[in-house]
């Protein structure tokens, strides 16, 4: 059976104050929780882990070099030093804001494992690529070029993440979910194995609210979501841990 994971990433929001809401979540967990990963910005990282009890941590991003000459950059040993177990590696803003190309991501998702660190690594169409018909197409090429060989049940979690879907209360329609989802399994299984490809867990994520969430943790292949706006405060991120916990 595969893990199911609730996983909030605040992007660029929240200085030390916004953790009094990781403090507020851990007392709002259900009994038996799903797991959960708060991805806080870089400087709350070890902050964060000192409070965050059975709640794992996870940064929004590394570099692909372990040290060096990268002002402003981070690299996946020192997230892992945080005490962090997962980075998000490959969103749609760092693509669009930083030009990261999937060889990019690539180099990335390989030092985050060798640093001990499981990838959450997004995938997602733009609005342009779905009205063209293109979706799977540019799912299934992220998905090739992006995710290293070596990937397992433990290292990788893939989050589907479409673009015109974060952030602005667009939801794909479940047909839409599960048609990308089931898509990604497969293309899972037949790169490495039932076994392998069958375990790795695939999360949705974009416009996810505590009043959506129930339908979308039917679909067989969604074992759970990478969700945004919605992680931000404990008492509208607890109802879709809840929820998946329900699922
Ligand atoms: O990483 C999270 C996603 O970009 C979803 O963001 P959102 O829940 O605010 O739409």
Not at 205 to 220: H, L, M, P, Q, Y
Request: charged content about 20%; overall charge negative; hydrophobic content about 45%.
């Amino acid at each position: 059976m595969r893990v199911k994971i609730a996983a909030g990433n605040w992007k660029m929001n929240g200085t030390a104050s916004a953790l009094a809401e990781l403090d507020a979540l851990r007392d709002m967990l259900p009994a038996q929780p799903p797991q959960v990963i708060i991805c806080p910005p870089a400087p709350l990282l070890h902050r964060a882990r000192e409070l965050s009890g059975p709640i794992l941590i996870g940064a929004q991003d590394c570099h692909a070099a372990p040290s060096g000459a990268h002002t402003g950059d981070v690299s996946a040993d020192m997230v892992a030093d945080s005490g962090a177990t997962h980075v998000i590696l490959g969103h749609s803003e760092r693509r669009a804001d930083h030009g990261e190309t999937d060889a990019d991501v690539n180099a990335k998702v390989r030092a985050a494992w060798s640093a001990g660190l499981a990838a959450i690594l997004c995938l997602g169409e733009s609005e342009a690529d779905r009205n063209a018909g293109k979706t799977l197409e540019v799912i299934g090429a992220q998905l090739a070029g992006s995710l290293p060989d070596g990937a397992t049940a433990e290292n990788t979690v893939i989050a589907y993440e479409p673009i015109w879907a974060i952030g602005t209360g667009n939801v794909p329609t479940q047909v839409q979910i599960v048609e990308v989802h089931d898509f990604l399994r497969t293309a899972l299984e037949d790169r490495f194995g039932p076994e392998v490809g069958g375990g790795i867990p695939l999360l949705y994520g974009g416009s996810v609210k505590a009043d959506n969430a129930a339908a979308i943790f039917e679909a067989e292949n969604v074992d759970g979501a990478l969700v945004g706006g919605a992680s931000l405060k404990a008492a509208d991120f607890a109802p879709i841990v809840a929820a998946l916990a329900a699922s």
